[in-house]
């Protein structure tokens, strides 16, 4: 089952999600959110929707924002490529 079977707010569960930083995820805090995840992952077009996104570093950990999570998650649950708009 994926994402456009039920009403799901991925925004909200991104953003909603308490984050030690507040810019963002760490790599275990996000590791928990996906696996979290109520829907099944294409895991392939996850990854390609992470690849090359921005993020920042903060006392030596990677933080990566929220909007770019969603984005993923959104393409990884439809099981598709990112659209050209949703580039950042």
């Known amino acids: 089952m994926n994402n456009k079977d039920k009403k799901f707010d991925i925004h909200k569960y991104v953003y909603d999600y308490k984050t030690k930083n507040?810019?963002?995820f760490n790599p275990i805090e996000?590791?928990?959110l996906i696996k979290k995840f109520p829907f099944e992952i294409d895991q392939e077009k996850y990854d390609i929707a992470m690849m090359g996104n921005t993020c920042m570093?903060?006392?030596?950990?990677l933080i990566i924002y929220?909007?770019?999570?969603?984005?993923a998650l959104t393409c990884g649950s439809e099981g598709r490529n990112m659209h050209w708009w949703e580039f950042d």
């Open 30 to 32: 996000l590791e928990d």
């Open 66 to 71: 929220p909007c770019d999570v969603v984005t």
């Open 57 to 61: 570093m903060e006392k030596n950990m």
């Open 22 to 24: 507040k810019y963002g």
